[in-house]
C-alpha cells in the first residue's frame, strides 16, 4: 500500500505525538518508602535544570550534557557534586536576586552549572537554615539532593 505524502506525514506526526505522550513525569509521596520517582532525559548532550521540583528525584543524562540547579531563594547555598570527575562545575555559581523584594527576604535564585565528563552517578546537593528573615527552616526544607546518572 503507498501512501501518499500527506497521509504519511499525518502517520509521522501521529507517531511523534504518541512518544511525547510517554515522557511525562510522575510524582511520588514524599513517604519514606516510596521509591524516588525517576525523570529520564533521553536525548543527546544537552541541557538540563533542575530545581525545587527535582528534589530526591534521580536524572538521568548524557556525557557531554550542562546540568543546572536552580534553587529559589538566595537562602541556599551553591549546589556540590559529590562525584567532580563524573559531574564537575563549570563556571562560578550565581546569585540572582529578585529587584522587587523587601531585603533580607531571600527572594531570587541561587544556579549552579555542572558538566557531565563520564559515566557515572553523582550527587546535587545544597543546604540552608534559614528560610526567611528570621525564619529558620523546618527540617525538612533544609537540604536539597537530587541524583545524576550520566550514561556513555
Known amino acids: 500500500m503507498t501512501l501518499r505524502r500527506p497521509a504519511a506525514l499525518?502517520?509521522?506526526?501521529?507517531?511523534a505525538l504518541l512518544a511525547l505522550a510517554g515522557c511525562g513525569s510522575t510524582h511520588a509521596s514524599t513517604a519514606a518508602s516510596a521509591p524516588a520517582p525517576t525523570i529520564t532525559v533521553v536525548t543527546p548532550p544537552a541541557?538540563?535544570?533542575a530545581d525545587e521540583k527535582a528534589n530526591h528525584t534521580t536524572v538521568k543524562v548524557a556525557v557531554g550534557a550542562a546540568v543546572s540547579v536552580e534553587l529559589h531563594g538566595t537562602y541556599w547555598s551553591a549546589a556540590a557534586s559529590s562525584a567532580p570527575d563524573v559531574l564537575s562545575p563549570a563556571g562560578s555559581p550565581t546569585t540572582a536576586?529578585?529587584?522587587s523584594c523587601r531585603p533580607g527576604g531571600g527572594c531570587g535564585t541561587v544556579?549552579?552549572?555542572?558538566?557531565?565528563?563520564?559515566?557515572?552517578?553523582?550527587h546535587l546537593?545544597?543546604?540552608r537554615t534559614v528560610c526567611g528573615?528570621?525564619?529558620?527552616?523546618?527540617p525538612d526544607q533544609r537540604s536539597y539532593d537530587v541524583t545524576i546518572e550520566v550514561t556513555g
Not at 499525518?10 to 507517531?15: D, E, K, Q, V, Y
Not at 544556579?111 to 553523582?122: D, P, V, Y
Not at 528573615?133 to 523546618?138: G, R
Open 133 to 138: 528573615e528570621a525564619l529558620n527552616c523546618a
Open 47 to 49: 541541557a538540563v535544570t
Open 10 to 15: 499525518a502517520l509521522t506526526c501521529a507517531a
Open 111 to 122: 544556579t549552579t552549572t555542572f558538566a557531565a565528563r563520564t559515566a557515572g552517578t553523582a
Open 97 to 99: 536576586p529578585s529587584p
Open 125 to 127: 546537593t545544597a543546604s
